[in-house]
């Protein structure tokens, strides 16, 4: 379904209040400014393309700054993949300042402030994903902000190139199940975002090649409800401290990181209709008690597994 948001349907002195108003609500709460609200315009269409939102953005310039204050008030924190079709921006996010040129692909997240300036005009293609989707596909997140895949490169074109036949197809998607297709994008994107470097935490820790082979495990393995921290480090070959040492330079626990890793799988299989059923996504994620797997669900997402489902 698409819901397009035009400025054009507004008065003069109404609209950009009202783009304001449309990006905070569709997007990220955000503190906006221009330098001429009278000459401003803007539009945007949002549609769904499977379990994620795709939209197609023109505007006149525009500096968008998302502060801790709007973390507050707007809480969602998504990752978002912005193409840059026509115009340029500089982006600032995790201390990494970036220009966004055209044809150049930029990773954000709208869990932590950044600040995205426009200073001329311009059209981008916005990949919206929630945050436990991506989780489930890369192993660390969290430094993703102010990644950007260069137009120039075989990366930023082959995602580039995804998400405008992704936006294609979903504005013309009458009798076709996007859901077939977001999947299989988001993991090329996914791929394409780690062949860059852009799970930098990875690289830069000094036990990065024993963090992964563990993490992989971890992943492989997490249908399996008996795997504890102990069992973890015997099949590694390491100690439980050192484990434990290698997921606190990440900023997480071993068992902590695995449930996150299970409610993230969970997650993305019931919103892309991988599996049918609340049950079988708790056993299947290596939750032993539907009751715990959904009060532990709540709590991470705001909502029931139950409700995910439904709307999916």
Known sequence: MESPFSTQTMGLKDRFDYWHEVVCRNYAHCLGSVENKADFNARTAVLNFGSV???DVISSPIRYERRKHDLRCGPRDDIFVSLMVEGSAQFEQNGKQQAHETGDVLIYDAGRPYLYHHKRAYRSILLRISR???EARLPNVDDLGGVV???GGPLGHLVGS?????????SKADGIDTMEFSGPTLDMIAAAIRQAGGNRVLHNSTHSALLQRVQSYMKSNLADDSLTLEAIARDQ???V???SRLFA?????PMGWLQAQRLAWAYTALTERKISSVTEAAFSAGFCELSHFSRTFKKAYGHSPNSLLARH
């Open 237 to 239: 070959n390491v100690s």
């Open 53 to 55: 939102e795709i939209s």
């Open 149 to 151: 895949l260069k137009a």
């Open 162 to 170: 995804l998400m405008q036949e992704s936006f294609e197809i979903a």
């Open 249 to 253: 330079e990440t900023g997480s626990t």
């Open 132 to 134: 436990p989707t991506i």
């Open 241 to 243: 401290r050192t484990l």
